[in-house]
């Protein structure tokens, strides 16, 4: 009985384990998708006063 409820609690660590991860892993992304965005706007910007003048 012990034993079930150990591996319960097993399964249930390494599920919260990976979900963490995953987590994690997509924070990065959109760090990196807001930093490349944020980068094109500047190009834009750039562009658009070198056209300007």
């Known amino acids: 009985m012990w034993l079930i409820i150990l591996l319960v609690i097993v399964i249930a660590a390494v599920i919260v384990c990976f ?3 995953a987590a994690a892993k ?4 959109i760090s ?3 930093l490349e ?3 094109i706007k500047q190009e834009i910007l750039c562009t658009n006063k070198t056209k300007e003048e």
């Open 19 to 21: 979900s963490l991860a």
């Open 37 to 39: 965005k944020q980068r």
């Open 26 to 29: 997509n924070a990065e992304m």
């Open 32 to 34: 990196q998708l807001w």
